[in-house]
């Protein structure tokens, strides 16, 4: 019997995240990422650098890290009635091709999702494929009329 948890990311797994997402950049049809090693130890910097505004949560399998999601957490703009407001984006969820169709990422979103709700984030959002978007659709997210969006150049 498989020992699986998900859980929030430790710091001595961000190089296996990392390397996740690398995964994840080849899987979308990634050219050109230069050299993995040097992504790792930057993304590994950059995960702990800001660690306050995105956290990660792991899927661990007997102590191997098989999947990630983060939640990027943004202050929103206060109102007489919200001093503190947050919403929260849905960002880079991913899991192992081998363990895919089991459950675990919908169970991923959802303890990102409960993760949320104990910070009091107002919404969160998620930028999907269209081949993801039924997997999101089973754990409670829903098209908006009201969200838009605006592609800058460069980005």
Do not use: K
Request: charged fraction near 25%; charge should be positive; proline fraction near 5%.
């Amino acid at each position: 019997m498989e020992n699986i948890s998900i859980r929030p990311a430790r710091s001595g797994e961000l190089a296996a995240v990392a390397r996740l997402r690398w995964e994840w950049l080849i899987e979308n049809g990634g050219e050109s990422l230069g050299e993995r090693g040097e992504f790792v130890r930057h993304f590994v910097e950059w995960a702990r650098d800001n660690a306050g505004s995105h956290r990660c949560m792991v899927v661990v399998r007997d102590d191997v890290v098989i999947g990630m999601a983060w939640l990027a957490v943004v202050q929103r703009v206060p109102t007489p009635r919200a001093p503190r407001r947050a919403s929260g984006d849905l960002q880079c969820v991913y899991v192992v091709p081998e363990a895919r169709d089991g459950g675990l990422g919908g169970a991923l979103i959802r303890a990102v999702l409960d993760g949320a709700r104990e910070l009091g984030l107002e919404r969160v959002t998620v930028h999907s494929s269209p081949q993801a978007i039924p997997a999101y659709a089973r754990c409670g997210f829903q098209e908006s009329a009201r969200l838009l969006h605006a592609r800058v150049v460069g980005a």
